[in-house]
């Protein structure tokens, strides 16, 4: 009863819930974007731009000096205008992230948890252990809100799943200190950190990774930023056809042998 | 009419009033969700088997088993927590058990011997299990995208895999929820176990049904990242008629090389046996 308390409790603040967050035109185009340096080891590749500022140092990618194997989609800004607008734009946005009213408050680790569209808020540190599911109820728009005082820190082989409509792009970490996301895990969302932001080996990004005053650190990891204004095409969905006319071909299928000799039987006279 | 057929009579329209909600339910998933669309052919297929085995189900004699009552209780416990909220799976599984029960309790044992098989194909006509189903989602969509990426490369087409997104030459293909290969997981599943009854029936033939099904699986799954790569590969395939065609032809193939796995499996066991 106390748990069917709780979540009507939660659905129906997320309903009341008014508070939109936008990244703004510019950083939403980045995939990656830190304050101080990027550093990249391995095959790591960025869908959708990647910039510093006020920093300069890019490491450990192809298009710019001094090298390395990690891959842009989009383009390599280093403390340039575009960078230095899209942290403009990123502060304002982890300023409203910030600032947005709390529906409900967490703790500790969220691992094996659902959550529905609101703003959760933790005063201290958080963390990602198995998987943390978010449904949006079936609403594209239902934003998420994590809101965090120190630390994000996710185990290894972790997954941040969402369902029932939930879009990378509408998910915000707001990270009062860093964020690390475990080795070959799966993160969806905005990570909006104060400080820094490291990725484990392997680990899978579908969203952004936007520190404001530190470093991003990158190691062999894939990181889609969602379609934004600038950003890579939407990639196009390709589901198999209904499971009605496959198993209708095969019932055919089926009928058309077993019946095979009384089908072709005028043939052979 | 007989107080047999009387009761008989009795009890399906008895189950059709109180499950009606399940089977609402479950025929609207069937109608809104293409994964489990096939849901509308169990029924038929089921219909067809019991009529096939007419001569056999009608020499037996009726010796009803009070065990029966036992299934319907355990099935009524089932619904009165689907209807509290558990869910539809619940509730559409304790309409099957209920059909159990009542072969039972009319019938005895030897006639749920006989149904059994039709009992195991309506399996297939239950709705998705939301706990495994989105557990398993994710883990299925990243195989497809890996093993897709990795024909394409073993291919020698240049490809850059990140998640669940292939990026063939700017190319850009999504192994979204609807690609993840539950639909040819289904169908291919559902037509092992038809083909296994179909074939191979005989007593003693059950590592050849227990292989098919099996097989059903990794040959699916790597069907599945196929159909991805394809539409990764060229993109004239990755929407409309073509995709469809594609998403079609290579279902056709799997069900091949099921029926190939079949004439091996069954060479091999009579190599085997002799």
Known sequence: ?269 | MSWRKSAVLLTVVALLACYAPALRGMFEQWRTDEDMSHGFLVPVVILWVIWRERERWRALPAQPNWWGWALLAVAAGLHFAGALGVGLFAESLALLISVAGAVLYLGGFSWLRTLAFPLTLALFMLPKLALVYNQATLPLQLLASRIAASMLTVAGIGVIREGNILDVGGHRVAVVEACNGIRYLLSLGFMAVVLGYLFDSKPGMWPARFTLLAAAIPIAIVANAARVAAAGWMPALDSGFAHELSGWFIFVLCLAMLILTRQLFNKMYVLYRS
């Open chain 1, 1 to 269: 009863m106390k748990t069917i308390s709780t979540i009507i409790l939660v659905i129906g603040l997320s309903v009341c819930l008014k508070a939109q967050i936008t990244l703004g035109s510019t950083v939403e185009t980045f995939g990656v974007l830190a304050g101080s340096t990027v550093t990249s080891s391995g095959p790591t590749v960025v869908l959708g731009n990647l910039g510093v500022s006020p920093g300069t140092a890019v490491t450990g990618f192809a298009a710019i000096p001094p090298g390395g194997v990690g891959l842009v989609s989009g383009a390599i800004h280093s403390a340039d205008a575009f960078a230095g607008t899209a942290q403009t734009q990123l502060t304002t946005a982890y300023n409203s992230a910030a600032g947005a009213a709390s529906t409900a408050t967490v703790s500790g680790d969220l691992g094996g948890l659902t959550f529905f569209p609101g703003v959760y808020t933790s005063n201290s540190s958080l963390a990602i252990t198995g998987t943390v599911t978010l449904n949006a109820l079936g609403n594209p728009n239902a934003q998420f809100i994590f809101q965090m005082g120190s630390t994000l820190t996710t185990a290894v082989g972790s997954t941040v799943l969402l369902t029932n409509g939930a879009q990378a792009s509408n998910v915000f970490w707001q990270v009062g200190s860093s964020a690390t996301l475990g080795t070959s895990s799966f993160f969806s969302g905005n990570i909006l950190a104060l400080v820094s932001i490291s990725l484990g080996t392997g680990a899978a990004l579908q969203g952004r990774a936007l520190a404001r005053n530190g470093a991003v650190t990158l190691l062999s990891n894939t990181i889609n930023t969602p379609a934004g204004l600038g950003g890579p095409p939407p990639p196009l969905v390709t589901p198999a056809p209904s499971s009605l006319i496959l198993v209708t071909t095969a019932l055919l299928g089926i009928l058309i042998y077993q019946g095979r000799k009384r089908i072709f039987k005028p043939f052979r006279t």
